[in-house]
Each structure stands twice: as structure tokens, then as C-alpha cells.
């Protein structure tokens, strides 16, 4: 079990063996969680099958976010269904934009609006200092790129950053714009937090939907939260 986002806290039962309805009847306490905090975070319970000889096999997980769950009126209990596992958007965080495409100037507006629940990256345990980066592919070949400003200290930046790229309507379902959030610092190299790509080829259902959209329907905005993927 990890409080998400911030991974700091983790926790495991003791595995029990040859049982499909296991019943562990463990307590866990958690130090240095502010109550006032408490609605920001997520529980996030991991059920694994024990392998002594190899990786252990990941059975299926549960999230519970903590928003609306009152622990000062007592011992609360939750019941929630084992399902397979996703890429949470908790664990990196997840980052707001919107585009639209006009095809009069033929031109392809980006805008980078903000994002939430980005992890820290130093060790300290200190919020980061995150930026992001955005690049256009067509094919395989990079044609431009820009970058927001630097946003100190937070794991909820607001950016609200506009870029504008020259593409040519042929063009358009061969583009892919892809977005860096990285944590920048100044000693030591800066680190990505998570990548994002929208375009037809798109890693995930939710990228190529969006992308679909803008190119289905110019003029209009889309804007739309996407869970942050590993780069």
C-alpha cells in the first residue's frame, strides 16, 4: 500500500499462502500526514502473488482517493472491487492543454494550461520546479520546439502558455506534438516527470482521441486533463 502522489509512505501485509480469500487483519500507521492535506491524497492498495524465484505477479490494485472520506468521525470502512491494473494518473501526475488548428492561416495553436499532482523528484522531499517542453513531430523527424517558463516550487503549476506552429492541413495526420513536464534544477541535471503525446499514433486511447477532435472539428478549442506517462 503507497499514499499517492507522493510515494513517501509504503507499506505490505505479510503473504499469506495456498488461499484465494485471504484475511489479514493488519493495522498500518502513518506519521506526518497533515489533516488538512487529507483530501489531496490517494490510497493506492497493490495485490500481488509471491514469486520466491522471480518477480512477484501483479494481481490488480485499488485506488481510493481521499477527497470526501472523514476519519475524524471514526473508524471508516471501505469496500472496493480488485481491478486490473492501470497507469494511475496519480503516480505522475497529470497535465491540462488545449489545441485547436485554423485552417485560413493553417496554423496549429497549443496551449499549456496547467497541471496537478506532479510527484517531487528531489530528495529532499521539496516540491519541484517544473517546466514544460513541447515539441512537434511530423513522422519521426522533430520540425519545432518551445518550452514554458520555470514554475518554483509546485507540484500544481498553472502555465497558461501559448505556442503557435505553421502546419499545413496535407500535413496534419502525420503530426504528433508531444509535451515534457520536467523538473528543472540548477545543480544537477534536470529530470523528466512524465511525457504526454497527442497525435494519431498516440500511446494511449485518450491522446488520439483528443487529437481526432482537433483535427474533426477546426476553429474549435479542445481542452482536455491526460494522465502523465513515463518518457
Known amino acids: 500500500m503507497t499514499i499517492l502522489p507522493e510515494k513517501k509512505h509504503r507499506v505490505k501485509t505479510r503473504v499469506l499462502r495456498k ?33 520466491r524465484f522471480a518477480r512477484d505477479d501483479v494481481i490488480g490494485e485499488v485506488v481510493v482517493p481521499l477527497s470526501g472520506v472523514d476519519p475524524s468521525t471514526g473508524k471508516v470502512q471501505l469496500q472496493h472491487d480488485i481491478v486490473k491494473r492501470t497507469i494511475q494518473c496519480v503516480s505522475r501526475g497529470e497535465l491540462l492543454v488545449s489545441l485547436s ?14 497541471a496537478k499532482h ?20 511530423y513522422g519521426r523527424k522533430r520540425i519545432a520546439k518551445k518550452k514554458t517558463h520555470v514554475k518554483k516550487s509546485t507540484p500544481n503549476p498553472v502555465f497558461n502558455e501559448s505556442f503557435i506552429y505553421d502546419v499545413p492541413a496535407e500535413l496534419l495526420p502525420d503530426i504528433t506534438v508531444e509535451f515534457l513536464v520536467i523538473d528543472f534544477d540548477r545543480t544537477t541535471k534536470n529530470e523528466v516527470v512524465g511525457r504526454l503525446v497527442l497525435g494519431a499514433h498516440s500511446p494511449t486511447a485518450a491522446g488520439a482521441t483528443h487529437w481526432k477532435e482537433v483535427c474533426d472539428s477546426p476553429r474549435r478549442q479542445f481542452a482536455k486533463w491526460h494522465c502523465l506517462g513515463e518518457h
Open 118 to 137: 506532479l510527484p517531487k523528484m528531489d530528495i529532499t522531499g521539496l516540491s519541484g520546479n517544473p517546466y514544460v517542453k513541447v515539441n512537434v513531430f
Open 101 to 114: 488548428y485554423q485552417p485560413v492561416t493553417q496554423r496549429l495553436n497549443v496551449v499549456v494550461l496547467k
Open 19 to 51: 488461499t484465494l480469500e485471504p484475511v489479514f487483519d493488519e493495522t498500518f500507521t502513518f506519521y506526518g500526514v497533515p489533516y488538512s492535506g487529507l483530501q489531496d491524497l490517494v490510497l493506492h492498495f497493490l495485490v500481488l502473488s509471491f514469486d
